[in-house]
């Protein structure tokens, strides 16, 4: 029956139909702009016009091998994020004394730009993938690694206290305890670093200037004449990857961890 669900999904319908109103309304201004002329058509092209020509890149073989190195030089950053951000949450999330040791230096790197960066890691990495990758899992570490430590002290005490006076051991309580219930929050987390992950893979080829991807297309695109169009559609397609990756995301959550409150209620 799951009567508790309906009102949630009906709810998710509810929202899913607002972004579909806002979507249709930004794209009946951008449309009416353009072709009234308020603004010129080389900044501001008319939305079919850029919807078109995002469509026909779909058929672009070389567009699409830029796009597939963006996606891989994306994967490559995000895997390594998580790799290298869960075992050092679990760390520090276990240890208090090593998280108070290292919490300056953490919090000193954090709110360092990426971007900034890029000079820096070029000099040292070279122009190509690997300054990309470098970068995109220096931005994508630090949401799975607090959303780590945030989960471990989230975790049910009694649970581990359980656990302890049947005799298991820290590593037991770690993978039996510790581990599942902190699972969901590092999945919110690998679900923000994808965004980010995206978002420094494009920036990064706009801004480097080198290697192949959908961010040099859209850099291109804007040294061109008349290339706004093109500068447009490469912006759709980098919305719709994103739209894409967090559907995906969300979906894998759901049906993983049907065990959290939230979905419990939702009936997923």
Known sequence: MNRPGRPTRLRRRQ???LGLLGVVLAFGVCEIVGRAGLVRRSYLPPAS????????LAGDRSFLDGVGATLWAWALGLGLAVVIAVPVGLLLGSLPVVDSAVRVIVEFLRPLPSVALIPLVSLLLGTGTETEVALITYA??????FNTIYGLGETDPLAKDTLRAFGFGRPSVLLRVELPATAPFIAAGIRISAAIALILAVATELLSGFGEGLGIFMAQASLATDGTRDVLAGVVWAGALGLVINGVLVWCERRLFPWTPERRGSGA
């Open 15 to 17: 929202e899913y139909g």
């Open 49 to 56: 016009e850029v919807l078109a020509r995002a469509a026909e």
């Open 140 to 145: 994508s570490v630090w949401p799975v690694l």
